[in-house]
């Protein structure tokens, strides 16, 4: 059973993603990321970019519907179930990683800039959300950009872990 903390962290995910406000999250919620993340990015659907983030988010919704019992309606409830399962399943959590710093890594150096995340916040947020000292503290090498490895770390951090104090329990900003 999800803790306290994993669900408060959990919930301010939820809520962002929830366009429609619905209390559940559908594909047309993941739609609606999707778009806000490609107009922060100032590309569309139809350009190769627009394609992969669209591909990377679209498949992450495929999966946690899935995951989730194949409803096409994703409560937090659910999403806290499929979070309690994922310590077990590391391998998945560390696909989905790779999936997601494809779809961050813009220009595609192997490296998510300062900059990069930055969109990747708003994105998700909804909002722009300062992210420069979250940045830093995932910054684990102090290089000024996140390697693919720092950030599978971080990312498995934020959806297995249970460690307030772990950088990764910011990914999406502050808890």
Not at 67 to 92: E, F, I, K, N, W
């Amino acid at each position: 059973m999800a803790s306290d903390f994993q669900r408060r962290k959990i919930s301010g995910v939820f809520g962002a993603m929830d366009a429609d406000g619905d209390g559940f999250l559908t594909e047309a919620d993941f739609r609606a990321l999707t778009a806000r993340w490609l107009e922060l990015r100032g590309t569309d659907a139809g350009t190769p970019d627009g394609q992969r983030l669209a591909a990377v988010m679209m498949g992450w919704w495929s999966t946690l519907d899935t995951a989730a019992g194949g409803g096409g309606r994703v409560s937090l409830d659910q999403v806290l179930q499929v979070v309690d399962a994922l310590p077990a399943m590391p391998d998945a959590v560390t696909g989905t990683a790779e999936a997601m710093f494809e779809a961050v890594d813009e220009n595609g150096d192997g490296v998510i800039s300062a900059a990069e995340y930055d969109r990747l916040i708003a994105a998700w947020n909804g909002v722009g959300t300062p992210s420069g000292e979250v940045f830093a503290l995932l910054d684990s090498d102090g290089d000024g950009g996140l390697s693919r490895d720092e950030f599978a770390g971080h990312w498995f951090e934020f959806w297995a872990g249970d460690d307030p104090a772990a950088p990764g329990s910011r990914v999406f900003g502050p808890v």
